[in-house]
């Protein structure tokens, strides 16, 4: 079973400055890799697959990089919409495990 | 325009049972493996299982295995989840979720509201 880990769990970031969002899988899931956003209250939201295609509607603002084990999401110029916790998932192989989240909040 | 419409959720006594419904619309649902992902309120995401898109392949969570059965109705357009032997910890919100492809394998693009189970005496 691949095991997925986030960091930071916290990152505090002021408004118009960019979020680095980091994800490490146990064993490479190749470019497997999805990231989700969930605000409070709300169900998660697809960015992110094959580590760096935006889903539909996503804006530029988000991109992702990375393959095998390391992966990356930075969000430019965070505005107050994007305060948020963000999950990455590997769908290389079953279960389809997600990281346990990194919550971006206001500076 | 995909819709997901979970149901079924509600208080249920440890050892009870419970079955979930997805009514889904808005894409071939019969082309689509779907999957059911849950989340204690203010915790992390946990996939619970997976069912492929003409029902011939499931796959559960070892937390799950051997109480929940995953299945799906093509021609209702329904999927569902009939959850036995209930624990304090399945306490959650269940999510009912599209996958891109039609097997276990793909990413998840769509999701439904979420309906919450609670198992408390």
């Known amino acids: 079973e691949t095991v997925m880990t986030q960091s930071p769990a916290t990152l505090s970031v002021s408004p118009g400055e960019r979020a680095t969002l980091s994800c490490r899988a146990s064993q490479s899931v190749s470019s497997n890799l999805a990231w989700y956003q969930q605000k409070p209250g709300q169900t998660p939201r697809l960015l992110i697959y094959?580590?760096?295609t935006r889903a539909t509607g996503i804006p530029a603002k988000f991109s992702g990089s990375g393959s095998g084990t390391e992966f990356t999401l930075t969000i430019s110029s965070l505005q107050s919409e994007d305060f948020a916790v963000y999950y990455c998932?590997?769908?290389?192989?079953?279960?389809?495990?997600f990281g346990q989240g990194t919550k971006v909040e206001i500076k | 325009e995909v819709q997901l419409v979970e149901s079924g959720g509600g208080l249920v006594q440890p050892g009870g049972s419970l079955r979930l419904s997805c009514s889904a619309s808005?894409?071939?649902?019969?082309?689509?493996?779907m999957h059911w992902v849950r989340q204690v309120p203010g915790k992390g995401l946990e996939h619970v299982s997976t069912i492929s898109s003409n029902g011939g392949n499931t796959y559960y969570a070892d937390s799950v295995k051997g109480r929940f059965t995953i299945s799906r109705d093509n021609l209702k357009n329904t999927l569902y989840l009939h959850m036995s032997s209930l624990r304090a910890e399945d306490t959650a919100v269940y999510y009912c979720?599209?996958?891109?492809?039609?097997?276990?394998?793909?990413?998840?693009?769509?999701w439904g509201q979420g309906t919450l189970v609670t198992v408390s005496s």
């Open positions: 979720v599209k996958g891109s492809i039609a097997g276990a394998g793909g990413y998840f693009d769509y």
């Open positions: 094959g580590a760096s």
């Open positions: 998932q590997q769908y290389y192989s079953w279960p389809e495990a």
């Open positions: 808005g894409f071939t649902f019969s082309f689509y493996a």
